[in-house]
Antibody, heavy 116, light 112 residues
Framework: QVHLVDSGGGLVRPGGSLRLSCAAS????????MSWIRHTPGKGLEWLSHISGRSEVKYYADSVKGRFTISRDNAKNSVYLQMNSLRVDDTAVYYC?????????WGQGTPVTVFS | DVVLTQSPLSLPVTLGQSASISCRSS???????????FIWFQERPGQSPRRLIYKVSNRVSGVPDRFSGSGSGTDFTLKISRVEAEDIGIYYCMQGTHWPPTFGQGTKLEIK
């Protein structure tokens, strides 16, 4: 059974940094792309970034390109999102997702609040 | 990127009545492998998004059969028959055929 646990969110000032983690279990981690998605009440759901199983392929949405970095540690079955230069409009709940044809496996989400 | 346009954005319904949400894509979502990677999610207040329907019309295990998905190509519909109070929330469509995957704006279902 697939299980994804998101962590690392919190309160931070504009310009600050956070590192989100997603611990995965219940499937062969290296076989799957993983992604980060965020949800804000105003803008809805936004696909931020994804990474291939061996980290050869990485994608970033324009809204986070140059500020966020996705990575994974296959030995730890974990995917990360390093978020730098955070802005107020990065305030959201962040989810990791296992990418397959069903798009049904999400973490529980970790909230990030950027406040001035 | 593919743009998904949902309508309506707000949907007041009477308990027991049916509700229908439309999602229109800026391009066909039929993948070259023959599948259509189109998904409906439900987001209840204070909860993570929950997948209801995948590949257009396949209901996820445990989802009531009051929920049904249909459509093809660029036009898709989520129908909820006999709306119940627990159905309150925001409904999102999503496509995974063309990368990056994209989401609709969300439709807020509320009880009249």
């Amino acid at each position: 059974q697939v299980h994804l646990v998101d962590s690392g969110g919190g309160l931070v000032r504009p310009g600050g940094s956070l590192r989100l983690s997603c611990a995965a279990s219940g499937f062969t981690f290296t076989d799957y792309y993983m992604s980060w998605i965020r949800h804000t009440p105003g803008k809805g759901l936004e696909w931020l970034s994804h990474i291939s199983g061996r980290s050869e392929v990485k994608y970033y949405a324009d809204s986070v390109k140059g500020r966020f970095t996705i990575s994974r540690d296959n030995a730890k079955n974990s995917v990360y999102l390093q978020m730098n230069s955070l802005r107020v409009d990065d305030t959201a709940v962040y989810y990791c997702m296992k990418i397959d044809g069903g798009y049904g496996d999400w973490g529980q989400g970790t909230p990030v609040t950027v406040f001035s | 990127d593919v743009v998904l346009t949902q309508s309506p954005l707000s949907l007041p319904v009477t308990l027991g009545q049916s509700a229908s949400i439309s999602c229109r894509s800026s391009q066909s979502l039929l993948h070259s492998d023959g599948d259509t990677y189109f998904i409906w999610f439900q987001e209840r207040p204070g909860q993570s998004p929950r997948r209801l329907i995948y590949k257009v019309s396949n209901r996820v295990s445990g989802v009531p059969d009051r929920f049904s998905g249909s459509g093809s190509g660029t036009d898709f519909t989520l129908k909820i028959s006999r709306v119940e109070a627990e159905d309150i929330g925001i409904y999102y469509c999503m496509q995974g055929t063309h990368w990056p995957p994209t989401f609709g704006q969300g439709t807020k279902l509320e009880i009249k």
